[in-house]
């Protein structure tokens, strides 16, 4: 019974995490906000809601839903900084910074982003600088 | 208990299709590439859910192997995303 009400809390627990990411990711303005909505709250939805079905019932083997989330938790910070990285050095707009760009000296960052130099290279302006 | 569960299951399920739809409206409109890549890591959070809820309502333990298989080619995409988008936008 225990169990049971543990199972459903954290089924509920869950579906409230991915719900409040998938807003934050649909409204946020930033490509670093919505990642901050999409790999946070999502990698707490998604552990919540595994620990959620592996408690609800026996049927289901523990073994692999614990791997999954151990993966999830692992990976899932190591991939979004890499991920933001990229996008800083590729030039995505940075949305509401004041003063001084703190990575200012330290990664090498494009004027522009990479849709907006793509569109360059199509129209027959200047050439994109080679990688 | 086990109906209850698979109840439950199912209406968590259903309740998935709003986050999958705004993440997808994230994947489609995106403005930059960036954030069609965030979409897609969100994309995959949500079918590792879908997997296991989808253990939880049939009662066969296979689907959690699917969830586990997505967790691990998500890391490796994103890798080779965020690899492709430093490579395009790195001055050196």
């Known amino acids: 019974m225990i169990q049971a009400v543990a199972s459903l809390f954290l089924l509920a627990v869950g579906m409230t995490f991915i719900y409040i990411a998938a807003i934050g990711v649909a409204r946020l303005p930033d490509v670093f906000q919505r990642m901050h909505a999409a790999t946070k709250t999502g990698g707490i939805g ?30 899932l910070s190591v991939a979004s900084q890499l991920l933001s990285r990229a996008a800083y050095m590729s030039g995505a707009t940075v949305h509401g910074l004041e003063g001084r760009d703190a990575l200012a000296g330290v990664l090498d960052r494009e004027k522009a982003p990479l849709e907006e130099r793509s569109r360059v290279e199509e129209d027959g302006g200047e050439p994109l600088k080679s990688a | 208990m086990q109906p209850v569960f698979t109840t439950v299951a199912t209406v968590l399920i259903a309740l998935l299709a709003v986050p ?34 989808i253990a939880l309502a049939t009662g066969r333990s296979a689907f959690l192997d699917i969830g586990l298989v997505i967790a691990l080619i998500n890391f490796v995409s994103t890798c080779a995303f965020a690899a492709f988008l430093e490579r395009k936008g790195g001055g050196q």
């Open chain 1, 46 to 75: 998604t552990t919540s809601l595994l620990l959620g079905v592996l408690l609800a019932d026996g049927t289901v083997r523990p073994v692999t839903g614990l791997l999954t989330i151990g993966f999830t938790l692992l990976t």
């Open chain 2, 20 to 53: 999958f739809g705004l993440a997808a409206y994230r994947m489609i409109r995106g403005p930059g590439y960036a954030d069609r890549f965030v979409a897609l890591d969100m994309l995959t959070a949500i079918a590792i859910v879908f997997s296991a809820l």
